[in-house]
Structure formats: structure tokens, C-alpha cells
């Protein structure tokens, strides 16, 4: 199983961004979809999380500007980012917890993908 995660770049503050965190390998399933992210010097905070059921979570310094989604028929998640500020950038990881055959629920982490917000 792999998570690829992409859409992160460069923004100006106030800007836009659409991440984007595709699953594929053997997946007989997957629960909880999240969005985690890493800024320099500092430990990896949660973002934002949605369930399979589609009922969704986020921290409070992103509630209101980021909008958490999947594709269920894709395996897939994202993450709009609207209003961008400095302090958004960092790394941003993608997790899923994917049950593969003949296994329970792993916890699987996508590679990070880079989101920059500077003038």
C-alpha cells in the first residue's frame, strides 16, 4: 500500500491550494483520512481528519479556512486551503487507516508535500 500525496507549491498569503493524497495496492479498505503537517523546528500537529462516513474534524487554527474531502470510489483525500498565511507553511503528510486481505487496520503515512505561503 502507498499514499502519494501532491498539490503543494508556492502561494502568496491569501492564496490558494488544493492538496491532494491518492491510496492504491491491495486495499480492502479504509477508515480515518487525515491531513497532518510539519514546520520547521516544530512537531507534527494534526490539520484535519474525515471519516469514511464523511463526518470531518480540524485543528482550530485552520477550522474555517480548510476544507477536508475524499473520494471514496478513488481512494483518495484532499485538502483545500484557502486564506493562506505564513504560519501555514510547512510539510503536509497524509495518513489513512487501510485494512488490506487478510489484515486489520494499518495506519499508512503518504510522503510530505511542501506548501509554501510567502509574499
Given amino acids: 500500500v502507498q499514499l502519494q500525496a501532491s498539490g503543494g507549491g508556492l502561494v502568496q498569503p491569501g492564496g490558494s491550494l488544493r492538496l491532494s493524497c491518492a491510496a492504491s495496492g ?8 487525515g491531513w497532518y503537517r510539519q514546520a ?25 479556512r480548510f476544507i477536508i474531502s475524499r473520494d471514496n470510489a478513488m481512494n483518495t483525500v ?5 486564506s493562506l498565511k505564513p504560519e501555514d507553511t ?3 503528510y497524509c495518513n489513512a487507516e ?3 486481505l487478510g489484515y486489520g487496520l494499518m495506519l499508512y503515512w503518504g510522503q510530505g508535500t511542501l506548501v509554501t505561503v510567502s509574499s
Fill in 26 to 33: 491491495s486495499i480492502f479498505s479504509i477508515g480515518d483520512m
Fill in 40 to 64: 520547521p523546528g516544530n512537531r507534527r500537529e494534526l490539520v484535519a481528519v474525515i471519516a469514511s462516513g464523511g463526518s470531518t474534524n480540524y485543528s482550530g487554527s485552520v477550522k474555517g
Fill in 78 to 82: 484532499y485538502l483545500q486551503m484557502n
Fill in 90 to 92: 510547512a510539510d503536509y
Fill in 98 to 100: 487501510i485494512a488490506t
